[in-house]
């Protein structure tokens, strides 16, 4: 069955950076545009980045664009999210995510906290 | 951007009793490809989103047939015709036909 498997989270200072990755299987990954959500303690979701199946087109979300780079490596199978100059706003549970096709996926997430 | 406007933002439902949500979109969500992609999605507590229905209607792989979607344009809902405990949590619709993707602010069903 489909499975996204995020990590990189942790507890990481103001103004430093960051990688997650998402290890996913189950699905031709390749075949897919793959996308990263956020959710801030109690609050909505946020979308972050997208990133086309073939990794050559991407989007970013206001709150993270210029400080961020998402980026995938189709042949093992696993999307990346490199964000920098981290602040408080950055804290957060990081989901990664596919919209496209069926089944719709979403990982467990991998909790950030920004804090010195 | 397109904002998302879900209604109610909460609700208490009865076991067995039916539950709709409504998501209204600032602008038309109906793409050049002539598909919209308006998909609705529910969070149990301490757990990650799950699909429920994508492109409006279609249901996804695994939910059940009392979950449903409707509307068209900016006009959109989510309904539940038999309210079970393991459906409370937060729905949240969301689109992808314009960027920046965006989400509702989120319903949160309560029993």
């Known amino acids: 069955q489909v499975q996204l498997v995020e990590s990189g989270g942790g507890v990481v200072q103001p103004g430093r950076s960051l990688r997650l990755s998402c290890a996913a299987s189950?699905?031709?990954?390749?075949?897919?545009?793959m996308h990263w959500v956020r959710q801030a303690p109690g609050k909505g979701l946020e979308w972050v980045a997208t990133i086309s199946s073939d990794g050559y087109t991407f989007s970013y979300g206001e709150s993270v664009k210029g400080r961020s780079s998402i980026s995938r490596d189709n042949y093992k199978e696993i999307l990346f999210l490199d964000m920098s100059s981290l602040t408080a706003a950055d804290t957060g549970i990081y989901y990664c995510a596919k919209f496209a096709g069926v089944p719709g996926a979403w990982g467990r997430g991998t909790l950030v906290v920004v804090s010195s | 951007d397109v904002v998302m406007t879900q209604s109610p933002l909460s609700l208490t439902v009865t076991p067995g009793q039916p539950a709709s949500i409504s998501c209204r979109s600032s602008?038309?969500?109906?793409?050049?490809?002539?598909?919209?992609?308006l998909q609705w999605f529910h969070q149990r507590p301490g757990q990650s989103p799950r699909r429920l229905i994508y492109?409006?209607?279609k249901g996804d792989s695994g939910v059940p047939a009392r979950f449903s979607g409707s509307g068209s344009g900016t006009e959109f809902m989510l309904r539940i015709s038999r309210v079970e405990a393991d459906d409370i949590g937060v729905y949240y619709c969301?689109?992808?036909?314009?960027?920046?993707?965006?989400f509702g602010q989120g319903t949160r069903l309560e029993i």
């Open positions: 969301m689109q992808s036909t314009q960027w920046p993707i965006t």
């Open positions: 492109q409006v209607s």
């Open positions: 189950g699905f031709t990954f390749s075949s897919y545009g």
């Open positions: 602008q038309s969500l109906v793409h050049s490809d002539r598909n919209t992609y």
